[in-house]
């Protein structure tokens, strides 16, 4: 009843005008991105976060959600119709989806797709009204000792499900965590890493890190890239499907949104993997494999139903526990610190109206996604023709401007061009930005609870072990670095014996 | 730039690049490590100084960035090297990008914004000089509206303009 109650209250903040406008500007924004090859949703959610400065918190999240999941919708489009993912999530899309594009059956595609990630985002949205109150209850009880195994286990699982192998994404994680050191140490309050720099001693901006390691690096990644036009367009065709092709599609869409709802809560996962392991579900369960790779419709419904269903689903460990489970939700953390508002198990009891506003907007999201797609598919197509030059200076300038936003000081501006510099030049050889900016975040919380920890129990490690909850942690973050050493020494004895 | 998947053919070329990037990221986390030692206090398990975490992040670090060394599969792993055409068109970026700072507080926010965007336009992206010159306008006249007009953000006053 309460839930429902809440609920109904969370619709009435999200169907306010306000609130509405910015649903209805994050979610075609987010088309728009996921429609623009190159640029991803966490630049782009970056790029509005000086937008959000003078809003309120409840409307500021609930634009940039939009942009999240609004991504994963458009970036089929793309997928689909040129053959080029819009966004990673829906590279899975690009095989059969734009096969069944070369069929005639574009259009089919697009509505399948469309309606599996409104139920996809239904089903998590679903899922977090039902669990993420009662995770926030159950996080309440957390002391130092949980928060640090906790945090432990969130960067070892976003150093295993990043991409790359995990010895470079942990490097990752201990440069994010090295830099979230820089400026007053929390404790004592004494001033590391400054070399004198004044506009050091309070630390480095979150923003205009993640402003510089996603966005600039980003650019400067496709930088030759950004020379060359987009072209070619296909015939899209009928968009809404059949009565038969819902309910061939039924099966994949549920499996969909089962795999994308709890790929969605593991640190590192989100979108990318959501769809992968969902093509792979629905590759096995098939009757026909076979078709797989030539324009199976399944093949399109499944996997982005997932990538969806894990854009909405990733805000549960965000909004009841603090940690945000991958870059985007970093930068929407980001934007709620900047508010004044610190995501954890408190804010949903302390800031009802943000937490259920965001679900409401989930809500009528994901409807005004669907009622969209089907009609303004021609125009995103278009969209996705704005030539790359334009799009790399617009991007370049809004940085800048942005950057400078943040505090009004041109020290942000050098602190998101060093970043982006920085982020160019770890990710030429290998080093992905994601992790770094998690542990970023994780850092305060992971460095805090972790010395505090330590002198509650005098110095003794076994607080980390003192109460089930952590001792449950500490064996999932134990099983996630057996399950990667185990390979790899497998594979190291084979080779041996391969010698003798 | 030029991805080199794990599995895919390795040229020594891929892996030299892969090697000396690892070798700065190896020397900065013994900087830092070494650093973090013998400038900040570690203090004890019972009592953590401020150098106590940054100490124990960087040895880590440092641990883990020779393990990538030392071994070529992981240094070769999603190594993009940067071609010549990457080299040059991000070393032309890089004087633009480092002067922003003083030239926003030199010039203004509007005079920076549209210089960086003619310059992009027409050096970065090779856009011919006169759509350059419009699309810098455009963008600039764009960004003024949305962040000074209507969103009414903090702007630079450019010291030698006056004008933000």
């Known amino acids: ?500 | 730039m030029a991805t080199t998947p794990a599995d895919a053919a390795v040229t020594p070329a891929d892996l030299r690049f892969g090697r000396i990037g690892f070798a700065v990221v190896t020397l900065l986390a013994a900087v830092s490590t070494v650093g973090a030692f013998t400038t900040l206090d570690f203090g004890s398990p019972t009592e953590p100084g401020p150098g106590f975490w940054v100490g124990c992040i960087s040895a880590a670090t440092l641990a883990f960035t020779l393990v990538a060394l030392l071994n070529p599969r992981v240094v070769i792993d999603g190594v993009s090297r940067i071609t010549r055409a990457d080299g040059v068109a991000v070393a032309a970026a890089v004087p633009l990008l480092a002067l922003t700072p003083p030239l926003l507080t030199l010039l203004g926010l509007t005079v920076t914004t549209a210089l960086v965007c003619l310059y992009w336009f027409t050096v970065i992206t090779r856009t011919a000089p006169l759509r350059g010159l419009v699309g810098a306008v455009a963008i600039t006249m764009g960004i003024v509206v949305v962040f000074i007009e209507l969103l009414q953000v903090p702007s630079p006053l450019g010291t030698l303009t006056g004008i933000r």
């Open chain 1, 1 to 500: 009843m309460d839930i429902l109650q809440n609920l109904t209250d969370g619709l009435q903040v999200a169907l306010a005008p306000e609130n509405l406008l910015f649903v209805l500007l994050g979610v075609s924004v987010g088309m728009m991105v996921g429609v623009l090859p190159g640029l991803g949703p966490a630049p782009t959610v970056a790029l509005l976060l000086p937008i959000t400065f003078g809003l309120e918190p409840s409307t500021a999240v609930i634009l940039l959600a939009g942009v999240y999941y609004g991504a994963m919708y458009g970036g089929t489009i793309t997928s689909v119709l040129l053959r080029i993912p819009g966004e990673a999530a829906s590279v899975v899309s690009t095989v059969d989806g734009h096969e069944m594009a070369r069929q005639g059956q574009a259009g089919r595609a697009l509505g399948l797709a469309a309606i599996g990630s409104f139920v996809g985002g239904l089903i998590a949205t679903c899922c977090l009204v039902l669990f993420a109150p009662a995770l926030a209850d159950f996080a309440l009880n957390f002391g130092s000792p949980e928060y640090t195994v906790l945090a432990f286990l969130g960067l070892i699982l976003v150093a295993y499900t990043s991409a790359g192998t995990m010895i470079k994404s942990l490097v990752a994680v201990g440069i994010g965590l090295l830099l979230a050191s820089i400026g007053q140490d929390p404790m004592s309050g004494a001033t590391r890493w400054a070399f004198g720099v004044p506009d050091l001693m309070g630390g480095i901006d979150i923003v205009a890190v993640i402003m510089g390691l996603f966005g600039l690096s980003e650019i400067l990644v496709n930088i030759v890239e950004n020379r060359r036009g987009v072209s070619t367009t296909n015939h899209v065709g009928r968009v809404l499907p059949t009565g038969r092709d819902l309910k061939e599609n039924a099966g994949a869409i549920g499996r969909g949104s089962v795999v994308g709802t709890a790929l969605g809560l593991v640190p590192g996962g989100g979108g990318v993997l959501a769809s992968l392991v969902s093509y792979g579900v629905e590759r096995k369960v098939s009757r026909t494999p076979e078709k797989f790779g030539h324009g199976a419709p399944q093949a399109v419904s499944g996997p982005e139903t997932a990538n969806n269903a894990a854009s909405i689903s990733s805000f549960i460990p965000l909004l009841t526990l603090g940690f945000p489970p991958n870059g985007v939700l970093a930068v929407i953390f980001g934007a709620l610190l900047i508010q004044g508002v610190t995501p954890g198990p408190t804010l949903i009891f302390d800031h009802p109206d943000i937490f259920w506003g965001v679900v409401g907007s989930m809500v009528v999201g994901n409807l005004i996604l669907l009622v969209m797609n089907i009609p303004l598919l021609p125009i995103f197509v278009r969209i996705a023709k704005i030539p790359p030059a334009v799009m790399s200076t617009l991007t370049v300038a809004i940085l800048v401007v942005g950057a400078y936003t943040i505090n009004g000081n041109t020290f942000d501006v050098g602190v998101m061009v060093a970043a982006g510099l920085v982020g160019y030049l770890l990710r030429s050889i290998g080093i992905p930005p994601a992790p770094i900016v998690l542990a970023f975040i994780l850092g305060p919380i992971f460095e805090t609870n972790f010395r505090r920890s330590l002198v509650l129990s005098d110095g003794g490690f076994g607080i980390f072990a003192s109460s089930p909850t952590a001792i449950v942690l500490l064996m999932l973050a134990f099983l996630v670095v057996l399950s990667t050493a185990l390979p790899l020494i497998r594979r190291r004895r084979q080779t041996l014996e391969a010698k003798d």
